[in-house]
């Protein structure tokens, strides 16, 4: 008898403690900052949000004028970098702004890696062209867009590449097409420079010669400089480092219950089909490390009904921050008012995050917002 006692106060010992383990968070709204954007400025097709040197930065490629804005949201200062000595800024597909005076700029369609200064004169540049892995693959192209830019640390560029030449229509191009790592490690020298594709591989669901519609892959950065990636249908995420995978963790959405839907191979140039299926198709999008709280953010898109109450077009995807602890357990997920804000412009901050609010860009349409939020536990 007294043994069952001593196991029953065991038991609920160890309940105490695996509760208090999991802590329950709540976001605070404490700023919102007003950016005018007008004229020309509202074809920019990319607007990106970083912190450097503590401060926040919002900016975006000028295509018409030649130019990147970057506003200096804490000391309401804009600088603008021409981009005029420059040819075919039109395939600038990404950038990255590593300091106030040293922006990289990425073209899609020559795979090239152009260094400029805040003048906008040329500084280097580097032509990524080597064959890649063990299949010598030529045919590949950077893969780099607003929700998975590329990370620069130590002199090292970690950039996401996905072959460009094959039709995923057949169940044997599709096979190839998810063979090749996603991850391209690039280190630069003055002119020269060396890389790898090692890492990054799509997950076996991808491998079996289903098509998903979106092939997306995000990427991280952790504290021990391990590379963390988040895959549109797959509940894991996985860490490596630069020479494989190390483990995979769960992270499950509790607003995702339904599987993955693989759709027919023949409806790729469907697009009224594939419009609904990509509103209707939960996914994983962006995964985040935030160093100052030592937390993971992911990114979930939840499942949309193609008609509002109103009979109109759903637009926009309902989403939650899975919120990870530095052991990648999960926490808690917060529930996004996808009404208000968007998550396609999304940035770590010491405090929290910051996010955009959901308005599309039109002619009506002057300003973009920026929602600073905390984030803080309950006990």
Known sequence: MILIKNAIALFFV??????????????EKYQTKEIIIKGAEKKSNYFSLDKLNNKTVFSYIDYTNKKLIAKIIEDKETRIIP??????????????????????????????????????ELLSRWRINKPLGENAVKDYCFYTFYQNDPIIQNNKIYCSVLRNTLSLNTTNNIKEFFKMPTELVIELNDTAYTC??????????YQQGNSFYSNYVFHCINKDKQLVYSFNMVDSIFVCNEKGLLYSSPCK????????????????????????????????????YNADLK???????????????????NLFHPWSIIIMNDKLEVMDEIYMDYKLYSNFLFCVSPEGFIVRNNETLNNEVDSIKLYFFKLKYEN
Do not use: W
Request: net charge positive; proline share 3%.
């Open 196 to 205: 790898t594709n090692k890492v990054g591989r799509f997950p076996s669901i």
């Open 83 to 120: 981009l005029d000595k420059l040819t075919d800024i039109d395939y600038i597909f990404n950038y990255k702004i590593t300091s106030l005076d040293s922006v990289f700029l990425f073209y899609q369609i020559t795979n090239e890696i152009t260094l400029i200064n805040s003048s906008g």
């Open 14 to 27: 160890l309940l105490i403690f695996s509760c208090s383990d999991k802590k329950k968070y709540a976001v």
């Open 295 to 313: 937390l993971y953010y992911r990114i979930a898109r939840h499942s949309q009904r193609l008609l509002d109450e109103a009979g109109q077009k």
């Open 253 to 288: 959405s509790k607003f995702i219950t339904e599987k993955p839907r693989p759709f027919p191979n023949d409806s790729l140039f469907n697009f009224s089909y594939l419009n609904g299926y990509a509103l209707k198709q939960a996914m994983y999008m962006q995964i985040y």
